[in-house]
């Protein structure tokens, strides 16, 4: 069947994409140390916003790639996503100053949305019978490379400097939109046809903002530490290749998100994806307070793929959701919202996280982080209206 072939030829380009950014967001940090900030609070500082920023433009762009796609295609918003963010993310090695590397990430949020545009276009050609399977399975292809990048991370800044990986992250970005460009084949007349009615019709994605304020919530929530866990694991370890050891923080949710992703994607299938995400975030929430009392990496590694295991099928989860209570005709402009939700928790979330560092201390982060899982949870008990989908 041929949305079976697009949904592995748009894993392989999900992996590529992921493995690269996970190439450099962890060391970021310590990037950031090499450009001249050394006091503790201003790297977290710095790092808390060089990584939100992004976030800004994405947040504001998405809808607009989105409703594009709707009436041109989604092929060729993906191409402008990952040829764009490629260059651009190359750039980032040859900066001489944190102002730079802020500006740079300013913007690439403009090109970012890769991952949900491919989850868009993978929606359009799937059958609903199997959305809830195909969405899912593509999700591990980013889970697969966000395992894979950090650990792939920590070896190449050992052996080629920082630099050198942020230039290799552009290599493999331009990668994943060769994939596209070649393999995935899209009929611009029927998207066309799909996209003709999208116009003056944005209250039919009412329906949809529990899911948007959901998804926005727990990128908060999810996003707050993650900024600066490398900080957190450097307090905690004093030895040599602490390049690997952060990489390998990471990584750990990452291995933990392969196994709690598919399981939960089932688990969905069967008793609902509200009551299923409710589960998810309490259970993510409690995997934080390890991690706040860690007193060395070992026990952070375990609290990290507590959290992994429960994490992994949030999104996968939220996208079924858009793809069963969105009007078929404005598809892509639906993952376009629920992508900028998701990019603004990625700018709060941060700001939240480094903020609260600065001046209270790193592990209070995690706490700060447990309750706004909660509250989400709490805010999705009496959201009834996501169990039932609406039909089409």
């Not at 903002?209 to 490398?230: D, H, K, N, R, W």
């Not at 905690?236 to 598919?262: D, Q």
Request: a positive charge.
């Amino acid at each position: 069947m041929n949305w079976k072939r697009t949904m592995w030829i748009l894993w392989g380009a999900n992996f590529c994409i992921t493995a690269g950014m996970n190439l450099v967001i962890p060391f970021l940090p310590l990037y950031i140390e090499t450009l001249g900030v050394h006091s503790l609070p201003a790297v977290e500082q710095w790092s808390g916003w060089i990584f939100a920023v992004q976030f800004i433009t994405s947040f504001l762009f998405q809808p607009i790639w989105g409703a594009v796609a709707d009436r041109r295609g989604r092929k060729i918003m993906l191409l402008r996503a990952g040829f764009g963010m490629g260059v651009v993310t190359a750039l980032m090695g040859f900066v001489v100053a944190p102002w730079q590397l802020l500006v740079l990430r300013l913007v690439n949020g403009v090109f970012s949305g890769f991952i949900s545009m491919a989850a868009s276009l993978l929606a359009s050609v799937t059958p609903d019978e199997y959305g809830g399977r195909a969405l899912g399975t593509l999700q591990t292809g980013a889970i697969a490379g966000s395992l894979i990048g950090p650990l792939v991370g920590g070896v190449l800044v050992e052996s080629i400097s920082y630099r050198g990986v942020f230039i290799a992250t552009g290599i493999l970005l331009c990668m994943a939109s060769l994939i596209v460009m070649f393999f995935v084949h899209e009929d611009p007349a029927a998207n066309r046809k799909k996209g003709q009615g999208n116009r003056g019709d944005w209250k039919q994605l009412r329906v949809l903002l529990p899911v948007f304020i959901a998804s926005t919530v727990t990128q908060v929530g999810v996003m707050s530490i993650e900024p600066i866990v490398t900080i957190y694991a450097k307090t905690l370890y004093s030895g040599r290749h602490i390049a690997f050891v952060a990489g390998l923080v990471v990584a750990t949710t990452g291995v933990a998100n392969l196994v709690g992703a598919p399981t939960l994607g089932r688990l969905g299938d069967r008793f609902g994806q509200r009551r299923i995400l409710m589960a998810a975030l309490a259970l993510a929430a409690a995997s934080y307070l390890p991690q706040a009392l860690a007193n060395d990496i070992p026990e952070l590694l375990i609290g990290r793929f507590a959290l992994g295991l429960f994490i992994g099928g949030m999104i996968p989860s939220l996208n079924v959701l858009v793809k069963k209570l969105a009007p078929p005709h404005m598809l892509a402009t639906a993952f376009g919202f629920n992508s900028a939700s998701l990019f603004l928790g990625n700018l709060i979330g941060p700001l939240i996280g480094s903020t609260v560092a600065a001046g209270f201390g790193i592990r209070n982060v995690f706490y700060v982080t447990m309750a706004v899982l909660l509250a989400n949870a709490v805010s999705l008990a009496f959201n009834r209206g996501m169990d039932v989908p609406r039909e089409a």
